[in-house]
């Protein structure tokens, strides 16, 4: 089987709404879910409702739908999140990575929503895995760091996944019933704001134009990974374990409309594209709905007033973290792990002015140098790796050295 997971599972057929304990709801991916919930009200019971630090949008979720379990980070925030709640609701209120791992795999859950964003996503997503459930995908970092474990457990326990990441949504959606004979997968980019720049004007890029992505409303962290292109690198090594495929054979193929969200290139030449308006809505509704497809009411694509869709190839000249991620997927699995913990450190310390942009493909570079190959066969390995890459480049970041 190539694909990572079952996909004639018998969840797909339980009659009555779906029943969703929605990780990261108070984030992008998870604030545009719960507006694919409203549209479909009937298709769709929340069981849970997970944040980590925004209590009032938290509260403001929790009044409207009611669930009967939420998540937060700490006990502080949950004693903030009761002041905010009425007196005659009262839902059970889980802290923590340990709570995140229960509401992941919650008895009353048919589905769960992976939208936490970095490798706080694993341990949830691997619980639900674990769990047997339908986990709709969009932390991308899990499988970066555990695309082997996934694979394994989905196998052992049934669980499903799927990718709500819009390029692996739309590779899916045209490897659909042409699932033979795929020799390559083509991942658009649109190339972040930094596309049409010279190497001169990125190495000068501040916080604010690096957040300012020209297509896409996301959180952050990706909104950073956009602009040096790291995000592409880290769907690569996605769409690796996802679909069984040899890092050779996934390509990156510059993109900047983001109409077409990517391609599949069989053995007669042929190529399927997923096209639609960049809205991730549609990757969530499918997912959500799969195999069902669901009403959104969105604008729809009208490629006559578009007129022109461009390409071009990705240079990593200018954008070094896509060639990293690469060479770090070629190495071992372990440097995939580092690469992730490297990257999530460099991107605070950008965002909190302690690093150049280019600092952060420096400093990325720096500590994959330093690693050597171990085995990362277990979570614990997993974890324990990642926390001593975070130490090495924090270290890095406070002695100077990028
Ligand atoms: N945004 C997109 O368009 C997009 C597209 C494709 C894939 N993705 C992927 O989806 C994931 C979420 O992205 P996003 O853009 O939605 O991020 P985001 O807007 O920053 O939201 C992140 C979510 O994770 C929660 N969170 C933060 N730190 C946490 C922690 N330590 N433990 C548990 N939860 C924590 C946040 O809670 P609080 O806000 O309450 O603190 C929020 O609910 C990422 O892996 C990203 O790569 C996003």
Not at 148 to 160: E, N, S
Request: charged letters at 15%; proline letters at 6%; one cysteine or more.
């Amino acid at each position: 089987m190539r694909y990572i997971s079952p996909l004639t599972s018998a969840l797909f057929e339980r009659p009555g709404p779906r029943s969703i304990s929605l990780l990261g709801s108070t984030g992008s991916i998870g604030v545009s879910a719960l507006r694919v919930l409203a549209k479909n009200p009937d298709a769709f019971t929340v069981v849970a409702l997970a944040g980590a630090r925004n209590m009032e949008l938290l509260a403001r979720q929790a009044i409207a739908l009611r669930p009967p379990y939420l998540g937060v980070l700490d006990a502080d925030k949950a004693a903030c999140l009761r002041l905010l709640l009425p007196s005659d609701y009262h839902p059970q209120t889980y802290t923590g990575a340990a709570g995140y791992e229960a509401l992941a795999s919650l008895p009353e859950a048919d589905l769960i929503l992976a939208a936490q964003v970095g490798a706080a996503g694993l341990i949830p997503a691997l619980a639900a895995a674990q769990a047997g459930k339908i986990i709709c995908l969009a932390n991308k970092e899990a499988l970066v760091l555990a695309g082997h474990l996934f694979r394994r457990i989905c196998h052992a326990t049934g669980a499903v996944i799927l990718p709500v990441d819009s390029e692996h949504n739309a590779l899916f959606q045209a490897m659909r019933g042409h699932d033979a004979h795929i020799e390559r997968l083509i991942l658009t980019a649109s190339g972040g704001p930094f596309r049409a720049k010279s190497l001169a004007e990125i190495e000068k890029a501040t916080p604010a134009q690096a957040l300012a992505h020209p297509n896409w409303s996301m959180g952050a962290k990706i909104s950073i990974d956009s602009a040096t292109m790291m995000n592409k690198g880290l769907e690569i090594i996605e769409a690796v374990h996802l679909y069984g495929m040899l890092p050779q054979t996934v390509d990156v193929l510059v993109h900047p409309q983001s109409i077409i969200h990517s391609l599949v290139e069989y053995s007669d030449g042929s190529q399927l594209a997923h096209l639609g308006v960049p809205d991730m809505e549609i990757p969530i509704a499918y997912c959500l709905g799969y195999p069902r497809r669901l009403h959104l009411g969105l604008p729809r694509l009208d490629l006559a007033s578009i007129a022109s869709l461009t390409f071009a190839s990705p240079d990593t000249e200018r954008f070094p973290c896509l060639a990293l991620a690469r060479q770090a997927l070629e190495a071992s699995p372990s440097h995939t792990v580092v690469l992730n913990a490297v990257n999530e450190i460099a991107v605070q310390a950008f965002l909190d002015h302690q690093l150049s942009f280019p600092g952060l493909a420096r400093l990325i570079a720096h500590v994959l140098d330093m690693h050597q190959t171990v085995s990362v066969e277990d979570v614990h390995a997993i974890l324990d790796l990642d926390a001593l890459a975070r130490c090495q480049a924090a270290h890095m970041i406070k002695e100077g050295q990028c």
